[in-house]
């Protein structure tokens, strides 16, 4: 069965400091999409990334980055010089690439920046 | 500008009175599925539709229903809601590989 874990429930840093959110994944499945969402206080799904499971690359855009590891079952996300701005709700979230395309969600991290 | 949109944001209603959350989308994408999400539970997909006449359930479909009878609609029913589907709902819609998703409809139920 598929199953995305974020086993950090929140976390607080002080502006500009540097964090990691895990995410840790189980699938069956060889070929795989995984996913980063921003959930800002207002309420919305902001997507963020995703990764093709074979493309272990990792990306920079901005300030954030994503470190995917396939060995390690890990799609990790890190927000360097962190800002009050980045004060949110992250989702990781796995989908299958083909049939009924299901998403699976983890259970998010919040995320406070303290200035 | 290519979105998803849903009516309404925000609803309180009471146990038994039927209620419909709509959703469109405007980019002609032939996946799109519902979404609840609870404290502690992230997202849980309650039905989803691969294309117009066809849906399926998801994770959570007791006490919902859908309907695709166009490729832009999908609108979530609740025939007789109860205090257990208070909840903050999302419509998604996907291209190719990912999901793009509504504002979210936060629903009350007394």
């Known amino acids: 069965a598929q199953k995305v874990t974020q086993a950090q429930t929140e976390i607080s840093v002080v502006e500009k400091e540097d964090v990691t959110l895990d995410c840790v994944y189980e699938?069956?499945?060889?070929?795989?999409?995984l996913f980063w969402y921003k959930q800002p206080p207002s309420g919305e799904l902001v997507f963020l990334i995703r990764?093709?499971?074979?493309?272990?690359q990792n990306e920079i855009s901005g300030r954030y980055s994503w470190n995917f590891q396939k060995s390690t079952s890990s799609f990790n996300f890190t927000i360097t010089a962190s800002q009050v701005v980045d004060s949110a709700v992250y989702f990781c979230?796995?989908?299958?690439?083909?049939?009924?395309?299901?998403?699976?969600f983890g259970t998010g991290t919040r995320l406070k920046v303290l200035a | 500008e290519a979105q998803v949109t849903q009516n309404p944001r925000y609803l309180i209603t009471v146990t038994g009175k039927k209620l419909t959350v709509t959703c469109s989308q405007n980019?002609?994408?032939?996946?799109m599925s519902w979404y609840r999400q609870d404290p502690g539970l992230g997202l849980r997909q309650i039905y989803y539709?691969?294309?117009?006449?066809?849906?399926d359930k998801g994770d959570v479909p007791e006490g919902y229903k859908v309907s695709r009878k166009e490729k832009r609609n999908f609108p979530l029913i609740l025939e007789s809601p109860s205090p257990n589907q208070t909840s903050l709902y999302f419509c998604?819609?996907?291209?190719?590989?990912?999901?793009?998703f509504g504002p979210g409809t936060r629903l009350l139920v007394l």
């Open positions: 998604a819609s996907r291209g190719v590989g990912t999901q793009y």
């Open positions: 699938t069956r499945d060889t070929t795989y999409y």
């Open positions: 990764r093709n499971s074979f493309d272990e």
């Open positions: 979230a796995l989908s299958e690439a083909s049939g009924t395309y299901k998403y699976i």
């Open positions: 980019m002609n994408h032939e996946y």
């Open positions: 539709s691969m294309n117009v006449e066809v849906t």
